[in-house]
Nanobody, 124 residues
Framework: QVRLVESGGGLVQPGGSLRLSCATSGFTLRAHAIGWFRQAPGKERERVSCISGRDASSNYADSVKGRFTISKDNAKNTVILQMNSLKPEDTAVYYC?????????????????WGQGTQVTVSS
């Protein structure tokens, strides 16, 4: 069955970095779009990044552009979100999600499966 498991969250000081991983199983990662989302207390869930299932192109929310990088390691069935120059406003629970339409693109991404989330806290 489809499964997504996030890891790599934690407490980091402003300006620091974290590397989130989303381990996937039950589908062919290279052919499917994956999104990273976050939800802060009292706020709606927002998409921060997505990587396409067609050509591995990616996009980012304006709030994280230039600081976050999404990538796929198809051999390890893992999606990475590298987060640099972290700010207190990046504090949230981060989720990865999969869209199971083959060769799906980020512009039409909708989540079919979610991981359980990993907490990221940016604080001094």
């Amino acid at each position: 069955q489809v499964r997504l498991v996030e890891s790599g969250g934690g407490l980091v000081q402003p300006g620091g970095s974290l590397r989130l991983s989303c381990a996937t199983s039950g589908f062919t990662l290279r052919a499917h779009a994956i999104g990273w989302f976050r939800q802060a207390p009292g706020k709606e869930r927002e998409r921060v990044s997505c990587i396409s299932g067609r050509d591995a192109s990616s996009n980012y929310a304006d709030s994280v552009k230039g600081r976050f990088t999404i990538s796929k390691d198809n051999a390890k069935n893992t999606v990475i979100l590298q987060m640099n120059s972290l700010k207190p406003e990046d504090t949230a629970v981060y989720y990865c999600a999969a869209n199971l339409r083959p060769f799906g693109e980020c512009i039409s991404f909708s989540a079919d499966y979610w991981g359980q989330g990993t907490q990221v806290t940016v604080s001094s």
